[in-house]
């Protein structure tokens, strides 16, 4: 099954906007230009490094990139609360990269799944190959179905996992048991839960996180 980039779909099928809880993703717009560096390698490494967003009232809602929340600080849009040591240049100044940032207005997020989207599948499964269970960055991983789609297979959360390429062209258009692989999980829907799970186990490596999701 060759690599495909899903777009957020609803119940119907149709293209929806992402939900509430990943409100602060999206589209960078002109601020994202302003933020550069020397070493274009290593900002490239710097600017995906995850920042831990918070709500106005210090709520911990979503995980997001560097890059994104620089673009949400030049906006106006959120503040750091916790730094790196790290830097990057614009072209008037240095900016120490956020670990922890938090939105300047309230927003409300609804109990309910996120959008369906590759990005939110991978985040869910952590960027982990669901048939070999090896880690790899997002450019190296497709979505695949675990009950193929011309077997009937639906894009939906519980029939889609993150996949390496070796091992969806192993797969083929077979299901795990007929290819002799086994799932790493059971797939579900990505909740607020299932969010809030994640940036538990990301703060575990960062301690800037901590105080805001050990309480």
Known sequence: MSARRFQPIDS???????????????????????????????RASLMQEPVLVLNATYEPINVTAVRRAMVLML?????????????????????????????????????????????????????????????????????????????????????????CYNCNNSKGDRTPEEAGFKLARRPRPFTLHTSRQLMRLIGHRDERWRKYLFY
């Open 12 to 42: 119907r099928g149709r293209q929806t906007p992402q939900a509430a809880g990943d409100a602060v993703s999206g589209s960078e717009g002109p601020a994202a230009s302003r933020i550069h560096n020397s070493s274009p390698l290593r």
């Open 75 to 163: 906006k106006g849009v959120a503040q750091a609360e916790e730094l790196h040591s790290s830097e990057v240049h614009s072209s008037a100044k240095a900016h120490r990269v956020p670990s922890v940032i938090r939105l300047l207005a309230y927003r409300h997020i609804p109990q309910q799944s996120r959008a369906l989207s590759r990005k939110n599948i991978l985040l869910r499964d952590r960027n982990t190959c669901q048939f070999c269970g090896r880690v790899f960055p997002g450019s190296e991983l497709t979505l695949d179905h675990v009950v193929p789609r011309s077997r009937g297979g639906r894009s939906s959360w519980e029939n889609l996992v993150a996949c």
